[in-house]
């Protein structure tokens, strides 16, 4: 008689394995885990910008932050060799596009979103989860297209797994969720307005940088989550380079921005279930 081979795991109930026991393999994160859960925090954007924002434009200037356009996915960078060796001296922040209405990417539901990728191969569902009923919440509301002005800091997420999916021995690092207005409902409503969003933008961006700065960050990476809610690559970084222009003498200590960029859309990979 044949044996009944084992049902696997989906992908994202295995995550939630990992965060629920806080052991994988060898690897014991339990204790970090907690921290990412008790020491995530959400903050409203004008608290960390400040008052008379649009007074500190051209302040003093400062080195100017790189730009840097790799291909591949979020994995094939936090697992890299060069990155345990950045690591070890500095510290990496992922820049996270979010959704206000669909906690973390909606990955539980097989969702295929940039978001819900980073969510597998990591703890980041963890920190998230925290934040359940400000999602409810959202989601009560409907979505309008223009976000929240809110900003999530996930302390301690530990990246998991490699451009194979396979859990490895983790990396820890600091997840900054930012939440940008949809371009594609905000058109579908005919209400967009590119000058206001092209606003909205940039100040969520600069408050994320900000953060990620006092969190003494040394390295961003992100994937192009950007593309989820109906940027081009080229708008993306025409934003970011203008932020960082005008703005970078706030950004202190951080000196590279990666983004991971993909061929192709349609032949990107989804998070397999």
């Not at 932050?65 to 994995?75: C, R, S």
């Not at 963890?126 to 919440?137: H, I």
């Not at 451009?163 to 900054?176: G, M, Q, R």
């Not at 951080?254 to 983004?259: A, D, P």
Request: some cysteine; hydrophobic content about 35%; overall charge positive.
């Amino acid at each position: 008689m044949r044996k009944r081979k084992k049902n696997k795991l989906s992908l994202p109930d295995d995550t939630i394995r990992v965060i629920t026991t806080g052991f994988y393999r060898q690897y014991d994160i339990l204790h970090t885990i907690s921290k990412t859960r008790f020491e995530t925090k959400m903050l409203d954007v004008s608290e960390i910008l400040g008052e008379d924002f649009e007074k500190k434009k051209r302040g003093k200037k400062s080195a100017p932050v790189e730009i840097v356009l790799q291909q591949g996915h979020m994995n094939d960078f936090m697992n890299a060799e060069e990155t345990k060796v950045i690591k070890g001296v500095h510290k990496i922040g992922i820049l996270n596009v979010g959704s206000n209405q669909s906690l973390a990417g909606g990955f539980l539901s097989g969702v295929s979103t940039r978001e819900g990728s980073l969510a597998v191969c990591s703890t980041l569902y963890a920190s998230l989860r925290e934040l359940r009923d400000f999602y409810k919440s959202e989601r009560a509301k409907g979505d309008d297209g223009w976000a929240t002005d809110k900003l999530i800091y996930s302390p301690s997420v530990m990246h998991m797994r490699n451009h194979e999916w396979e859990l490895i021995k983790p990396t820890e690092t600091d997840v900054f969720t930012v939440f940008l207005p949809n371009a594609r409902i905000l058109h579908k409503r005919g209400v967009f307005n590119r000058e206001e969003v092209v606003r909205i933008v940039k100040e969520r961006l600069v408050a994320a940088l900000m953060l990620s700065s006092k969190q003494k960050v040394h390295t961003i990476v992100m994937s192009e989550g950007y593309r989820d809610f109906g940027y081009t690559r080229d708008e993306f970084v025409s934003y970011l380079q203008e932020v960082l222009e005008t703005y970078s003498y706030l950004f202190k200590g951080i000196q590279k921005i990666v983004i991971m960029t993909e061929k192709d859309r349609k032949k990107r990979q989804k998070n397999p279930q």
